[in-house]
């Protein structure tokens, strides 16, 4: 869903200053958007690590939805699907009383610097021409004219990009992929495994969108064959046992071509061959601004899937703090990685905090690009972010208090767990004695949320919910 939100006075002490931010909420009347999740979809970690620091992702009370083993269609799992998150969002974006700040169902259409005169802001910054839509209105515009004269714009003083990264689908080059007959699709299409009925499926990449809709379709379809970049690395435990569980589950190498005929080749040497119904690209989604304008200052590297230069992953810094970006780094805890990189941007605009200079932050980016690359790291991953840099950029941006222990002990055991068995982990229960103990407390302080939530006079003498454990 399309959205903007455009917030005056970031914090308090400077001047008044006039924030947009580019994100997603959960709209009234909403324009239909294709996302990538497909009917499956459970969450990759379980949702006590998942939440905003002061509204915890606790399950809904049975009393605030109706009621019945399945309140109001909530689902109370650890590990809960979709639509739980999305519910979980819109809870937050109520009980945050964000209404007044956020232009639903509005498409930003180009950002770009402001010319000389539309500057003078504090400290005579650089502003931003922000233009938007209706996004209705944009999806019926059949050209540029049309969609130019319904255009708004808007000065604002900093911009905040926030628009997400698994929308545009990243396709391989494959020989043969130009004239193959059959169905191909990326698994940003993908829904449900109806349709793969007694088919033949070769599904390209064994991320976890691969593994996951290839466990949907081994149910239905004949014969499941996962393409791996390298076998070796596709060969975890975790792979073995689903391989040893299903016999029409295959593992192969890459593709070498698709041949007119239906035919799939690997790259294995062996004259690996299957003649397949459909071909699924379950190969990831590449960064993608088409609104932005920044004169080349900040580009995105399609065949590297960078997107630079960026202190931190947040501040391009010879356009800091007025632009800035929350949502690039991947493998992070979401959305609490993506509320500490708020909470820093927040700071910084409203002058609580300072950025290093111009220089420092292009010297770090350039420092870091040179470890990843000395440490042998794929450009394709500037953005993944270990566990322990996740938790030091949280704490030393932003007032964060240190991640507690049972948490980061929670995500080493569900990470092992992943790798060990990628139909069971998320329906596990071998967490140890002190997870488990802090588990509930964590379970019985996220009660006084709900309660907040449905009482708010009453929750005004309880204690506040913080996880502080
Ligand atoms: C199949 C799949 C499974 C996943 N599983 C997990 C998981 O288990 N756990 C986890 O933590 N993460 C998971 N993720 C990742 C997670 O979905 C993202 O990290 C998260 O959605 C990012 O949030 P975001 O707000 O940055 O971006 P998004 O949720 O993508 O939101 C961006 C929003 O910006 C809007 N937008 C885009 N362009 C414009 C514009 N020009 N004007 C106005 N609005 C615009 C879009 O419509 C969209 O609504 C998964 C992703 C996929 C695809």
Redesign the pocket.
Known sequence: ????ACVDDVGKPRASRKVCV???AAAAKPVR?HS???AS?R???PREV?GFSDFQFVPARKSRCGGGDNPGGRDPRRFPGHREVYLYLRDFYRAAGLTDSVRFN????RVAVAPPPCRGGPGDALRWVVR?MDAGLWKRCTDDQMAEAHCVEEVFDAVVV??????QPKLPSIQGMGDWKRRQMH?HWYRVPDSFRDEVVVLVGCG??GMDIALDLLAVAREVHLSAKSVEAAATPAMSKMLARHANLHLHPQIERLCDDGRVVFADGGGGVVAADTVMYCTG?RYSFP?LDTEGKVAVDDDDNRIGPLFEHTFPPSLAPSLSF??IPRKV???WF?EAQGRWIAGVLSGRRALPSEEEMTRSVEEFYRARELAGVPKAHTHDVEPHKMYELGEKYCDFPRTEEWKRELMAIISRNTSDDMETFRDRDDDSDNVRRCLQEWYALAEHQAQDEEDPAAAAAQAPVHSSL
Do not use: E, K, Q
């Open positions: 869903m399309d959205m903007a580019i994100a997603a958007v990538s999740m497909y979809l969450l990759l970690g998942m509005t498409r930003v259409v938007s926030a628009t997400g990264h698994y929308s698994s976890d969108s989604y609104f929350v949502g805890m979401v959305p993506f």
